[in-house]
């Protein structure tokens, strides 16, 4: 499973959906043109999902190359945001939560308090 790769700094989630039929050239060409962000950052963990939210690619740069990682849910599906417009950058906690099968944004949701008077 995604939870034990070592060196990670970062885990920056890709938000929405992706063809998942691209390869780390193509995942790496979206980290780039459309995030602005650099996909040869050592330590850095970019996830994505596809259509289904049963399946999640991973891509690593360690350094000296890239690391490409899937995972296919048997039954189920993640929690995925389909923001498209954003990646976020989450904690090892969340990134741990999420990895367990928990939603990377909480369900439970602050409520305004009316004070009687």
Known sequence: MFEV???VNHVIVICGRCDLRR????LAAIIRLHYGMDPLESGSLYLFCGK???RIKGLL???TGFCQLYIRLTSGHFQWPR???EARDISPEQYKRFMDGFAIDSSIKAYKRIDET
């Open 61 to 63: 740069f360690t350094g």
């Open 52 to 54: 289904k939210r049963d």
């Open 23 to 26: 390869g780390i050239d193509g």
């Open 83 to 85: 923001n498209s417009d």
């Open 5 to 7: 790769i070592p060196d």
